[in-house]
């Protein structure tokens, strides 16, 4: 047959929701859908209130719009993908889509004459079912942190993943072995932001989905095996100027002692918003179990130079290499969404000005600096992003809103589950 278009958006709890549709519709185009959309939960109930889903309001519809150039081949036979911006019915940009809330963040920063470049590390665990159906880790006994092969991935998963990723024009880093078996790490290489994001999300999808058809999931749970470690999603970001170079160096060396104005805003306000950036970042009920002190899971309220037991980390790269690591996030979280928060509070530093506080100087496991870390609980988290009205307005004040909205009522439903049943709650959407 011939090719059918895949047109995707990531919704409010970073599930892929979309349309196939027919060959006509392959170019610039659009699709509706009921903006009501935006009120449903996991478990697929519908919350009448959810602000600014308009499900009180007729459910009317929103439009989903995309260009031809962004259309791809995808992964499916003889199917291409494509994501796109949601609008409302008046045609102006639809509060709510997190994709628009990063070409916000995009367009604030180029403003100043920077372009943001992001490179973004999930991490995931394999599950299989076992004779009862119930989901048990993958069987990779020889699994070690930074294994590779059979031992760590017997079924060659990973494999398979990797040359559909290469074929599809997917700029691999790197796959390895994380700390965990069978925990794995994915990478794809430095890109201008709103691309970099576009494309994980899209392997993110092509991944599980490939993973499925072999019968694994491939799940980006922040804590999916309880007595293992977690998951998280690394947001590595820098800017180029208009000359094309790397505004966050300082010459050809990195790490704390070679930060410039631009860098030192970023951490700083990377800093002051830490507890507010935990209700976007870590949005599920697992993701307060993996932000706890002692985990290297972006739990304090720090920065450091090359140490992963604090929260930003500054590259020890420098020139063309110099970066910021912010270690917070997990894929619970919606991609978009969470760079969108990175880049605003680490804009609000650099606009205000904002003073650095002291690098951490504990072993982030005995000795912490730090006093201060993210909250307690997914309620909690909540709060506190309500709290914080600078980055809340820079993010967009109605996404925020709904945020906070549907993880209130999501901390409801979740906070007397076991880990077994809080798994089952999540694992097919993340």
Known sequence: MADRLRALFIDHLSIPRGKYLPPSKIGDGSSRFARATFGVHYDRDLLLDA?????RQGMPDMEL?????????????D???????LFDNDGAPLPLCPRGALKRAIADWQAHGLTPKLGIELEAYALQGNENGKLQPYDAPGGVVYGTGPFADPMHMNDIIWRKAEELGFKLDMITAEYDSPQFEYTLTFDDALKAVDDIVLFRLMAREIALNHGIILTFLPKPVPELGGSGMHINFSFTDQDGKNALANGDKGGPDHLNDLSRGCLAGLVHHHQGLAGLLAPTAGSY???QPGAMSGYWQNWGGDHRGV?????TEGGAKARLEHRMADASAN????AAAVLQAARLGYEARMALPPMETGDGFDKIDAKQGTAPNL????RDLQADTALTQAVGAELCAHQAFMKDHEFRKTRDLEPNALLDFYVWFV
């Open 311 to 315: 929260t930003t980390r500054v590259s």
């Open 51 to 55: 602000p600014h889903a308009m499900v």
């Open 65 to 77: 719009h995309w260009r031809g150039d962004d259309i791809r081949t995808g992964w499916e036979r």
């Open 335 to 338: 991609p978009y969404t969470a």
């Open 79 to 85: 199917t291409k993908v494509v994501l796109g911006d």
């Open 289 to 291: 179990l993996r932000l």
């Open 379 to 382: 309620r909690k988290a909540m």
